[in-house]
């Protein structure tokens, strides 16, 4: 079985990371969306919110596990889980000067490789930040996010934001 993981924090999940995703799995048998938690980071929604946006919207899609990634390293989580490759999608080659090193460490310490794909030329604006930014200034990103993440969104501010979870 070909498994490959897509990891990110996807705080929230967009169009541009769902693109991403569901190419990963036209190529793999199996795609673990692997939800991280990073502690330096402050988030907009909590690890179950997060996980849970990005179940609702993968729904369709077959051969798509979302997880926790956990703690730890991503190379060790790949071990663990089997997986052959990381998916990652690319918006520019400042992406691609950040992602090299790591998909470079990644294949030394645990013989993972790095796939990556380029983004969609009408994502390549997309990032979870931008999006969170122009939310909570009150414009419209309901051409950007899945109709559960805009929910959530204009709900308001998360209970989860004050918390690193």
């Known amino acids: 079985?070909?498994?490959?993981?897509?990891?990110?924090?996807?705080?929230?999940?967009?169009?541009?990371h769902l693109e991403v995703i569901a190419?990963?799995?036209?190529?793999?048998?199996?795609?673990?969306?692997?939800?991280?938690?990073n502690i330096a980071k402050k988030y907009r929604f909590g690890l179950d919110e997060r996980m849970d946006m990005a179940r609702e919207t993968l729904a369709s899609l077959r051969g798509i596990i979302v997880e926790p990634m956990g703690e730890g390293?991503?190379?060790?989580?790949?071990?663990?889980?089997?997986?052959?490759?990381?998916?990652?999608?690319?918006?520019?080659s400042s992406d691609f000067d950040y992602e090299?090193?790591?998909?470079?460490?990644?294949?030394?310490?645990?013989?993972?490789?790095?796939?990556?794909?380029?983004?969609?030329?009408?994502?390549?604006?997309?990032?979870?930040?931008?999006?969170?930014?122009?939310a909570q200034l009150g414009g419209d990103v309901s051409d950007f996010v899945p109709r559960s993440v805009l929910k959530r969104l204009q709900a308001g501010e998360s209970p989860a934001a004050q918390s690193r979870s």
């Open 23 to 37: 190419r990963a799995a036209g190529l793999f048998d199996e795609v673990i969306v692997a939800v991280s938690t």
């Open 100 to 134: 090299l090193p790591m998909a470079t460490m990644n294949r030394q310490l645990s013989g993972v490789e790095t796939v990556f794909l380029p983004a969609e030329a009408h994502y390549v604006h997309l990032s979870s930040t931008l999006i969170k930014e122009v």
């Open 73 to 92: 390293l991503l190379a060790e989580y790949c071990r663990r889980r089997g997986v052959s490759a990381i998916v990652k999608g690319l918006r520019s």
């Open 1 to 16: 079985m070909r498994r490959a993981v897509c990891p990110g924090s996807f705080d929230p999940i967009h169009n541009g």
